[in-house]
Each structure stands twice: as structure tokens, then as C-alpha cells.
């Protein structure tokens, strides 16, 4: 998928996620804004069924998935939390079991979620792509689906929200963070559907560098992943088809520390009192570190979850601010 999806793909889609979720919120507030010193439009998407994005993704692809084949035996996903929870909603809305690999040391809320969604747990490797090459093994051992963390059908998904946001506001740069690339990805798609100028920036971890090192070279490169906090943005591998969308769409990418996302975890709680997990609060980050480039213009930011541990949670706000 090096093309985006057309208009038609898009709004069909836009219909799938409705029947299974109203629009969520897109707030400004005040003390963001006078933090910031520019207009501040944030996308909620904390406020879903499973505090996070990844439900519309799961329930376009599932959808489409029966479309072509009734006789599924069943799914399997990799994920780190809200791609799983994601599929083993969708999974479960169908009669369909999921069985979701995450890596050992894993958000245990993240994966009590799963698990009540109905979805069988497999803790395998030592991060997402350890546990994704387990999950590829698995599917041929026993005849399942593999669902991947990057397909045309997620991202029309995901795309509903970024139809959502621009269709209220259309700022001059959103903030987008990086996982594997179906939120980006779909913000592009998503912009072009509704005629927007916004500038696209890409949001990584400093401690997962991929996206970033692969967007400089113009190709696939391998990076290192040491995040404790963002493991939203745990991406050692990127996504080829992924990277091309964002080479052609994206004007650039940053990168910010867990340092950075836990201040602006905290700034989140202190100035909306909304929970942010760590890559959910990536986009503000970056927007705190480029604040002086957006000062008196309007930037978007997406609060893309919400699914943090209550005792990493506790630990991030206990910390003190520089």
C-alpha cells in the first residue's frame, strides 16, 4: 500500500466505525494554549471504548477481512496493548476468537484488557518485533489469520478520526505520532479527502528512532528500541509501504525523549486533566520543544490514548518538572 485510500474507501469505512462509535472530542484549552502560545486543538482519542485510537482500525479491517472470508478460523496480532485490544474487540463483535502475542514485560493493564476482551494472551520475545515473528510462526502452525500492524484497511479505520478532527478545525501543523505508521498515514489520506493545507509533523521516541533514521536514508533501517514510557512508539522495524506514505506526505520528523513525554504526560493531567500514555502524549511533547516555531500560529495535537499503568502513572506524576 504505497497509494492512499481513495475517497470512496475512506467514507465507506467512516460508515463501519459510526455504527460502533460517535465522533470523539476536539477541545481547546486555555492553559495548553497560554503553555504554548498558539492556538491548540486537541483531538481526544482517549475517549473511545478502549481509550485509544487502534478500536476503528480493528473494526474496518475485521469487517472487510469476513467480507472476503466467512470461514475464518480465527486471528492473531502482535501488538503492545491497543492494536491488540483493538482486534480482540472486533474479533469478539464477530464470533471470531483472537489470540494477541505482546513481549515479555508488556503493560499488565494493557494486557488484563486484552484478556477481557476475550482474547487468548501469548508473552513472547523481548519487544514488539520479537513478539510479531512469533506471532508469523504461529499463524502457519495453526491455521490462523495474521493480522499486521500496517494495512490499507487499518488505516481507512484510523483515517475516521482524522476526518473528524478536520472537518472542526484545520490548523496549520498537526502532530502526529509514530508507531507503525497507520495514524500518519491516515492523517494524510484524511487531509486530502477534506482539502485541508495542514503540514503534517511525525512524532517519535528518541529511544526508538526508526521511523526518523528510515525518513532521512529513504529506506527501511533498522533502530534500536530503549523506551520504558512510549511503548506506543516501540517500532524497531519500520513498515516499507508505511515509509513511503510518510516520505511523500510528511514534512518532517521529530523526536522526544522519555524525559520529555513524561513532562508532557504531566502537563496533560495539570492542564485538562486528561491520562495520556506515553506515545499519546509524544505530539505535545514535540509541540513544548518546538514551541518558539508555532508561537501565534494553531497547531493540532491527537491524544491518541489513554491505556497507561496506574503505578507507571503514579510514578510520572510523583516526579518532579525541570
Known amino acids: 500500500m504505497s497509494a492512499l485510500p481513495s475517497a470512496a474507501e475512506l ?10 462509535l460517535a465522533p470523539t472530542p476536539t477541545h481547546r484549552w486555555p492553559l495548553l494554549e497560554k503553555r504554548l502560545g498558539t492556538t491548540v486543538f486537541v483531538k481526544h482519542e482517549n475517549h473511545t471504548a478502549l481509550g485509544a485510537f487502534k478500536l476503528r482500525g480493528g473494526a474496518v479491517y475485521v469487517h472487510e477481512l ?6 475464518l478460523r480465527g486471528l ?11 482486534i480482540a474487540r472486533a474479533a469478539a463483535r464477530h464470533g471470531l476468537h483472537a489470540t494477541i502475542v505482546v513481549p515479555h514485560g508488556n503493560s499488565l493493564e494493557k494486557n488484563a484488557a486484552m484478556r477481557a476482551l476475550g482474547a487468548t494472551l501469548v508473552e513472547f520475545g523481548d519487544d514488539f518485533q520479537q513478539a510479531s515473528e512469533h506471532a508469523a510462526r504461529l499463524a ?13 484497511d487499518l488505516v481507512r479505520g484510523v483515517a475516521s478520526y482524522w476526518i473528524e478532527f478536520f472537518e472542526v478545525a484545520q490548523p496549520d501543523v498537526v502532530l502526529v505520532p509514530i508507531g507503525m505508521g497507520s495514524g500518519i498515514a491516515a492523517c494524510a489520506a484524511a487531509r486530502a479527502l477534506c482539502g485541508a ?3 503534517i509533523v511525525g ?7 526508526a521511523y526518523l533514521d528510515s525518513f532521512r536514508a529513504g529506506q527501511t533501517i533498522e533502530a534500536p528500541v530503549s523506551t520504558v514510557l512510549a511503548d506506543g512508539l516501540a517500532c524497531r522495524v519500520p513498515d516499507a509501504d508505511a515509509l513511503a506514505i510518510i516520505r511523500r506526505e510528511v514534512d518532517e520528523i521529530v523526536a522526544v525523549s522519555d524525559v520529555a ?8 493531567f495539570s492542564d485538562t486533566h486528561n491520562v495520556a500514555e506515553g506515545a499519546g502524549a509524544a505530539p505535545l511533547a514535540a509541540a513544548l520543544q518546538l514551541r518558539e516555531r ?13 491505556n497507561v499503568d496506574r503505578e507507571v502513572f503514579a510514578r510520572v506524576l510523583a516526579a518532579s518538572s525541570p
Open 76 to 86: 492473531i496480532s502482535a501488538t503492545r496493548g491497543n492494536h491488540g485490544q483493538s
Open 140 to 152: 502457519e502452525q495453526y491455521g490462523l489469520h495474521r493480522v499486521p500492524s500496517f494495512h490499507r
Open 203 to 209: 512524532v517519535v521516541s528518541a529511544q526508538a528512532t
Open 197 to 199: 493545507r495542514t503540514r
Open 261 to 268: 513525554v513524561a513532562e508532557a504526560m504531566r502537563i496533560y
Open 294 to 306: 508555532f508561537a501565534g500560529g494553531s497547531i493540532g495535537l491527537v491524544l491518541s490514548g489513554g
Open 66 to 71: 469476513l467480507q472476503r472470508d466467512a470461514n
Open 11 to 20: 467514507r465507506s469505512a467512516l460508515a463501519i466505525v459510526r455504527e460502533q
